[in-house]
């Protein structure tokens, strides 16, 4: 296959991990996994967490995609398994660098994007709190918030 099908085969991919991730965090760890995740939503200051065996069981695929197409030549499996790996790493450093500060560093964010997924992830931890399950996008109206609390701060209405 061409190197333009290769590439637009690991964007969709990568793309279409954020759907996967929000099905899975909503029907899978919010439902009969809610064992495994369960700590996730509890604060206690522990580095790992049973919420930790899903990077396993999503890097699983990937690796046996990348694996058996770079042992085919490098075919199709290969940039579908790179594309699935590349989301992973991606909402690593999102999720667990940035919105946990399992690694204590970029505390202190102005990109509106970044604020406004923080904010919608950190609703998603309120107690009672059944909504927000995405990991890389959040609901407009975050967006939408950081927008106006941006433009607040820009002409001097916010503090």
Known sequence: MGAFFNGFLLIA???FMEFV???????VMHGFLWILHKDHHIRDGRKF????????????????LVFTGAGAGFDW????GLGIALYGLAYFLFHDVLVH???PILNKL????????LAAHYDHHKPHAHY??????APWKYYRMEWQRAKSVKTGKLQ
């Open 13 to 15: 991919a990568f793309l």
């Open 101 to 103: 500060q399992r690694i």
């Open 21 to 27: 991730a929000w099905f899975t965090h909503k029907y």
């Open 49 to 64: 967490e049973w919420n930790d065996v899903f990077a396993l069981i999503f890097a699983l695929p990937s690796f046996l």
């Open 77 to 80: 499996r290969f940039y579908l």
């Open 132 to 137: 927000n399950y995405g990991f890389l996008v």
């Open 110 to 117: 102005r990109n509106r994007y970044l604020r406004a997924t």
